[in-house]
């Protein structure tokens, strides 16, 4: 076989779908937008009693804050969400209340905001066998190894994947044992789809505070096994390691638990005793990015070998402005790198970008913050996700 025709197959078998996907994703089940997000969560936690008090404290904290630096008075209702969580994100990760400082995890407002994200959430999330058509339909169109970035916290994607019984998996690589390396570990490939969720996810749990207070017990000659809303053993939550395989030491993602069943979850009392492994929807959520950052690993290189990449529903949100760093490399990569001269015999196809945008002057802001496309080598849907802009992802 000549060398040419063996790099060209090389660099065929690296070639995948590149899909990026945001609320606007999830809008069509019923899923709902950041502000009504917001309002729900606003509406929920001024309610609460006991700790959970301090919700109602900090966003009056925050109030006063804002009045004082800015000569801005706020109404709770005019609070911004992500301006609020960006407060409280720099106060627990400089440590300000230094011995009041609730967990490692966040303080108690934080904590509270992501337990009623994954709570509502979890209450407009349609059950497995009653995925809208709209996303069985799109879960066939992935190929095994096309990677989906995901900024939503719901399961809808997962939900779609498992009903249709497609492989995938939620982690960057599988790893396994070598013989030959002495036991050190090789890359495990098989035929599945990936789905890196970037922002953390409703079902996710992370197990290393309750391991570790596991470990005192026993070194206090308590047994194992204290009450945790999730990891007691004694519960029909379908509780599963997010990762599988051999991993390396350091893996932040080896400790992430998924629960399958989270509306049984959910309909108990979890504050404080079990919060989702999720970012924030905060201005500030970079400086939680241990497992942000093992998603975005390499990720300034993709877009070059790719043969295919959709951007769905996700308008660049100012809250997510570190996104906009990645979207642009990948997006440049795709649209500048092989595209009329390539080693394999397929062309590039157009970026697709698919948004609800009601008027011009929506459209010309959209673009505005997509400045770096490359139109010309783009085609764009405005009339959201449904089943006309599904069509235009199937024929590519």
Known sequence: ??????????????????????????RPAGLPLASKLWSEVRRKGLRLMGRASQFREDLEMYIEYRKECDGIKLTPEQVDFEDFLAFLDVEHYLGLRGGDTWSAEGNETQVIVKTLIGEILTKYMPPKERIPELYLRFVKILKPNDLVLTFNYDVLLERALEEKGIPFRLFPERYKDDPETQGRLAVDSRDEVIVFKLHGSIDWFDRTLYSQLDDDRVGDNLPP???????????????TPLVEGPRYPDDPLAQIYRVQN???????D???????????????????????????????????LNFGVAIIGFSLPRQ?????????????????TYWDKNPWPHKKTPLVLIDLRKSD??????QRRYAFVDWSRAETYFDGFNKKALKVLERK
């Open 1 to 26: 076989m000549p060398v040419t025709e063996e790099i060209s197959i090389g660099l065929e078998s690296l070639r995948y779908r590149i899909y990026i996907l945001g609320a606007g994703f999830s």
């Open 225 to 239: 096994g204290w009450y945790h809303p999730v990891f007691h053993k004694e519960n029909n939550l379908g509780v």
């Open 262 to 268: 989270i509306e049984c979850l959910y309909c108990n």
């Open 270 to 304: 979890i504050f404080f005793r079990a919060q989702p492994s999720l970012l924030n929807p905060s201005t500030a959520k970079i400086l939680y990015s241990k497992i942000l950052r093992e998603f975005c690993y390499g990720l300034e290189f993709t877009g070059v």
């Open 320 to 336: 997510d402005d570190y996104a906009r760093q990645v979207i642009y490399r990948l997006v440049k990569n795709y649209q500048s």
């Open 361 to 366: 002057e929506e459209i010309k802001e959209y």
